[in-house]
């Protein structure tokens, strides 16, 4: 496997259910993102870990957890959603601290559909 | 708040040329990516510009403008792969991007 993988890149799940997405990079990155994607809308950013400590939540609600177990993975555990919450989930890595242009690099996405 | 505008949607023929801008206005300032991505993949990496001036990439350009908090994306000599939807995003500190909501490009024959 290289770069990003994310899995399920698909989900329906009812608004009682426990689910969680699954991040990996494979790119020994030191930091991971979490991002929604809603349609016509801009990439939200969630989530932030840097060398697994968290170091951003954009107010996020906390039926959203995110975990981060080590620098390569990252999870997103889910309970009781609400419908709104049905979007494109994306996960991101990059190398941050060092020296020239820091770009993210993503993976597929895991689009969620909340009934 | 951060707030980054791009147009929606830009149709053009394929082999001519589209410029996407991009205007931003954001806390702080650490450099401005374009990304693009395809219907149902990954945002891909396209371009960085954090100095003033134009990046060239070969059928790709972006230009930026600091002092006018703005920047473009050239595409030229255009493809029917290039129908995709192009992300402006600046990076305003440490880790954090800041995204517009994109703009969807369709290449006609």
């Known amino acids: 496997e290289t770069g990003v993988t994310q899995t399920p890149r698909h989900l329906v799940m009812g608004m009682t259910n426990k689910k969680s997405l699954k991040c990996e990079q494979h790119?020994?990155?030191?930091?991971m993102y979490w991002y929604k994607q809603s349609a016509k809308k801009p990439l939200e950013l969630m989530f932030v870990?840097?060398?697994?400590?968290?170091?951003e939540n954009n107010s996020v609600p906390s039926r959203f957890s995110p975990e981060c177990p080590n620098s390569s993975h990252l999870f997103l555990h889910l309970h009781t959603l609400q419908p709104e919450d049905s979007a494109l989930y994306l996960c991101a890595s990059s190398q941050e601290g060092g020296r020239g242009h820091v770009e993210q690099y993503f993976g597929p996405g895991t689009r969620l559909t909340v009934t | 708040g951060q707030n980054i505008d791009q147009p929606t949607e830009m149709t053009a023929t394929e082999g001519a040329i589209v410029q996407i801008n991009c205007t931003y206005q954001?806390?702080?300032?650490?450099?401005l990516f374009w990304y693009q991505q395809h219907a149902g993949e990954a945002p891909t990496f396209l371009s960085y510009n954090v100095l003033d001036g134009l990046e060239e990439k070969g059928r790709f350009s972006s230009f930026l403008s600091r002092s006018k908090g703005y920047s473009y994306l050239l595409l030229k000599e255009l493809q029917m792969k290039d129908s995709a939807s192009y992300l402006c995003a600046v990076r305003d500190g440490d880790y954090k991007l800041s995204f517009g909501a994109g703009t969807t490009v369709t290449v006609r024959a």
């Open positions: 790119l020994g990155h030191n930091a």
């Open positions: 954001t806390s702080g300032f650490n450099g």
């Open positions: 870990y840097n060398f697994k400590e968290q170091t």
